[in-house]
């Protein structure tokens, strides 16, 4: 049978990251298969950059798009793909080589995955993962300033000027089309029971 596609969406700092954590720890990589958007940066050097000369990697353009969906399509037929890790253009870390076995669920997540069309297509359900501005732009500064040592004001600039009105053009008018919305205001705790329980009925599995 044809797996089942499951694509999740929202902004950054929503809380995507962590909500795929969650999610993945509740089912074998044998009963679900996560791909992520991210490992499918183009190089820094095929970034477009805006007026001011920085690099923006908040466009659809941004993204390998072509593999993308080649990828997708090799998982839906029971093909295995490999890819190689996203580190965030760090040149000092040595990416892994991702591999990852079709499965009767197959979820996509990231920026765009709703807002490409012939992707979009293929998707059996929509989850969108929501959240607050101000608190979407709180997490986008500790992830980055805190975790990977951007400084502040590069964070906000590029929150300001690129993170930002990406989101209001190619992200948030998909929220109407999604099958779930998952609130992360303070948690995501009912969103994650809802989809766990949906996906597990899927399997089979026992509630």
Excluded: W
Aim: glycine share 6%; aromatic share 12%.
């Amino acid at each position: 049978m044809k797996p089942y596609l499951i694509g999740i969406c929202g902004g950054s700092g929503s809380g995507k990251t962590s909500f795929i954590r969650r999610l993945r720890q509740s089912f074998s990589e044998g009963q679900v298969c996560i791909v992520s958007q991210d490992d499918y940066y183009l190089p820094r050097e095929e970034q477009h950059r805006d007026e001011q000369g920085e690099f923006n990697f908040d466009l659809p353009k941004s993204f390998d798009k072509k593999k993308f969906r080649t990828d997708i399509d090799k998982l839906l037929v029971g093909e295995t793909i490999t890819i190689e890790e996203y580190v965030f253009n760090n040149p000092d870390a040595k990416p892994k080589l991702l591999v990852f076995k079709s499965a009767p669920i197959i979820i996509i997540e990231g920026l765009f995955v709703f807002h490409y069309k012939k992707i979009a297509k293929q998707l059996d359900l929509k989850v969108f993962v929501n959240a607050k501005e101000n608190l979407k732009v709180i997490r986008r500064i500790l992830r980055d300033q805190v975790e990977r040592g951007y400084p502040l004001d590069d964070v906000l600039y590029k929150y300001e000027h690129h993170v930002l009105p990406s989101y209001e053009r190619f992200i948030l008018p998909y929220k109407e089309e999604a099958d779930v919305v998952v609130n992360n205001n303070r948690d995501f705790e009912r969103g994650l029971e809802v989809l766990e329980g949906f996906m597990r009925s899927k399997l089979s599995l026992p509630l």
